[in-house]
């Protein structure tokens, strides 16, 4: 009974599929204020109540969206515990593989302007893995004339990968997850 994720109906991860594709297919041709139900059900090819079957409006199937999208990635990044002792610029690889294969998903939704509820999410993820990193490796510097506040580090880490991450896709991946990740783990050794 613990596994019931395992066991949902195959019709019902398709149809979900669906209509998530037919969500980001909208987000790329028009802004979010002129998707309805009525176009989601319709470039998915399902009837509005089979929408209403999965979610109950617009911004809770974003809302999930955004919660599944940080779960697969947490998953990729968790996904091996002898990756604690990799070096970072692997679990970063690791990271924007999994973004490089779901490109689409994450260009539509990490650049789309009309809300940021995929970015927020995607922040207090980043958030709380820098937490994580700097809990583990104990304090920033360990010089004190160049301690740099733990609220600071944390922020200017964030919004740095995430805003890397953008652009990466925004300008259609021009490097290769291994080679940006080495050279965002440089960046932040420097």
């Known amino acids: 009974m613990e596994n019931n994720e395992a066991r949902v109906d195959p019709r019902v991860l398709r149809t979900r599929q669906l209509l998530k594709n037919a969500v980001?297919?909208?987000l790329e041709e028009m802004d979010i204020e002129?998707?309805?139900?009525?176009?989601?059900?319709?470039?998915?090819?399902?009837n509005r109540v089979t929408f209403y079957l999965h979610y109950r409006d617009l911004p809770d199937m974003?809302?999930?969206?955004?919660?599944?999208?940080?779960?697969?990635i947490r998953q990729v990044v968790n996904s091996n515990p002898e990756q604690a002792g990799k070096e970072e610029w692997q679990l970063l690889e690791n990271l924007l593989k999994h973004i490089q294969a779901n490109a689409r998903l994450y260009k539509v939704t990490l650049t789309f302007r009309q809300s940021t509820i995929f970015t927020d999410r995607l922040v207090a993820l980043i958030d709380e893995m820098i937490i994580s990193r700097l809990e583990r490796n104990g304090n920033i510097s360990s010089s004190p004339e160049s301690m740099v506040q733990r609220d600071i580090a944390i922020w200017y880490g964030s919004a740095a990968l995430i805003g890397t991450v953008v652009k990466w896709l925004r300008r259609d991946m021009p490097y290769t997850p291994a080679y940006l990740a080495k050279q965002i783990t440089m960046l932040r050794s420097q």
């Open 34 to 46: 002129k998707i309805t139900v009525n176009r989601i059900a319709e470039r998915a090819s399902i």
């Open 62 to 72: 974003l809302e999930k969206m955004a919660d599944e999208m940080v779960e697969n």
């Open 24 to 26: 980001v297919e909208l």
